[in-house]
């Protein structure tokens, strides 16, 4: 028996019962404001917002949502951030020591996001939390000795003429991992700081028999192609001939169902599945208890949320937040709806608008899902698809050709009769009849939205789908420099990203 597993695993699960909150939410979430403000109330941003009036007023919840306005990341980033890359005290305390790049849409500047020392320790301290909660899951103590495997970006960051450091949040996270981690982590800094993806996935190839690892942790799409190359490289039927006791994959970034099955291909049997909600801004949610992969709200980690419904209430048809939107706290909330997430962290970010859609699931348990983006939501001649739609629509189209899509991506074009037409691109192993899945998806979007289903009656005129190898899809976004680590591939494209893809089909080379 491993001795230092059942200690470890008997620990977590003394720290995980002493732990709990008594606190409402709403008395969780007061008091995670009350402490970004005290901290802030001298910062520039605090001071033009009267933090230190809003710290003395009744209701400082309220007093807050009516002295700041919801940001979106250019007037945040024009009005505030890029002045905190040159000066201290702007929005946050000192200057950040590193900017987060997000990965961002294909064919678009990276943003820049502060992430301060404060916000690392928020994210850590999430990740102790959903630690924590393994205690809830049956997982043999000698897993609790073994080795993580964490996918990242490329640990090499950048300095910036500014002085901060700059590299994709993961890269960040890799660079500040806590010294008494680094015995289980995986691949360590050496192979993660190598910066081009082939290089490193290559080097860890090599590197994976001198290791034990027992969980991984990145992006579905990114782990299916390492694990791949690893199982080419040593020539193995599946991944667990290399690391038998591989046994927990915490995934994010993306819905993980549409990768389950091709992943399920590369192991010789099922992992304990963990979602994490781990973005730029922050890490807001993790997988709590077995049986599902909803996550739980991280609500006493240092991060004030709001709720924006994604509807009427808050957007206009074309899918931009409106003026004066109805604005929601965590206790305002109801379950089955889409909420846009506005967040204000210790990292300087206030009232901003992330572009993700969060739908609750479970109130008592601050449980939710991912539903989609407030950007990834195609209204072109009224069809009101979500991402949470396509997702659904995506899953019906592999259950009925008998294949895995992992990848896909539609677009709003005019044909050359001027008419609108919706251009899908599916990543499939092997041949299909594309007229044939196109009219299945389509069928399958009018069935789930109603919306949809009238402007195919009117402006929506067409539905094309080209299905496409993985490789192909991977090296466009290589050629785009967005290939590997938290990069992911937009569910939605403009009409010339979408056209650029398809020459690069044709051609293998940028159209």
């Known amino acids: 028996m491993a001795i230092l597993g059942s200690i470890v695993k008997s620990a977590i699960a003394i720290k995980h019962s002493l732990s709990s909150n008594s606190e409402s939410p709403a008395a969780q979430q007061r008091e995670q404001l009350l402490k970004l403000l005290q901290t802030a109330r001298s910062t520039a941003f605090g001071l033009y917002h009267g933090f230190s009036q809003i710290l003395e007023a009744e209701d400082p919840v309220s007093a807050y949502q009516q002295a700041v306005p919801v ?199 099922p992992l304990v599945y963990l979602d994490t909600y781990l973005a730029s801004e922050g890490f807001f949610a993790y997988n709590a208890r077995p049986g599902t992969m909803d996550m739980r709200l991280a609500a006493e980690q240092g991060i004030f949320y709001e709720f924006i419904p994604f509807d009427e209430r808050g957007f206009d048809a074309t899918g931009n937040i409106l003026e004066q939107p109805e604005v929601l706290t965590l206790h305002e909330v109801e379950t089955g709806v889409d909420y846009a997430l506005l967040v204000s962290t210790p990292a300087g970010l206030y009232r901003y608008m992330i572009g993700d859609t969060v739908k609750f699931t479970d109130l008592d348990r601050l449980e939710l899902r991912i539903s989609g983006r407030t950007k990834y939501f195609l209204n072109v001649v009224g069809s009101q698809l979500s991402e949470e739609k396509m997702n659904a629509a995506i899953g019906e189209l592999s259950e009925s050709i008998a294949h895995p899509i992992n990848e896909y991506a539609v677009a709003a074009m005019k044909s050359e009769t001027g008419d609108f037409i919706h251009q899908w691109v599916v990543t499939i192993p092997g041949t299909v009849d594309e007229l044939e899945a196109a009219d299945i998806l389509d069928q399958s979007l009018q069935e789930r939205n109603k919306n949809y289903a009238v402007a195919r009656t009117k402006g929506l005129k067409a539905v094309k789908l080209t299905a496409l190898p993985e490789k192909t899809v991977y090296s466009w976004l290589e050629q785009r420099k967005k290939k590997g680590g938290q990069v992911k591939m937009p569910r939605v494209l403009k009409a010339e990203q979408m056209t650029d893809l398809l020459a690069f089909s044709s051609t293998g080379a940028k159209g």
């Open 71 to 269: 940001f979106e990341y250019d007037q945040m980033n024009q009005m505030w951030w890029q002045q905190q890359q040159k000066l201290p005290d702007i929005t946050w305390p000192g200057k950040p020591d590193y900017f987060a790049l997000s990965s961002g849409t294909t064919g678009k500047e990276s943003k820049r996001i502060p992430v301060t020392t404060a916000m690392l320790d928020s994210i850590r301290a999430v990740g102790v939390a959903q630690a924590e909660r393994l205690a809830q899951f049956d997982l043999p103590p000698e897993l609790f000795e073994k080795e993580i495997l964490m996918l990242s970006s490329s640990a090499q960051l950048q300095r910036h003429t500014n002085g901060h450091l700059e590299g994709e949040i993961s890269g960040i996270n890799t660079n500040n991992i806590p010294g008494w981690f680094s015995g289980f982590y995986r691949p360590g800094l050496e192979i993660a700081q190598i910066d081009t993806w082939d290089d490193r996935v290559r080097a860890i190839a090599e590197a994976a028999p001198d290791w034990d690892v027992g969980a991984l942790a990145g992006i579905p799409s990114w782990i299916q192609l390492m694990l791949q190359e690893i199982i080419d490289y040593h020539n193995l039927k599946n991944i667990h001939e290399i690391w038998p006791s591989l046994s927990i994959y915490a995934t994010g970034g993306v819905a993980f169902e549409p990768y389950r099955k091709s992943l399920e291909r590369l192991l010789a049997r």
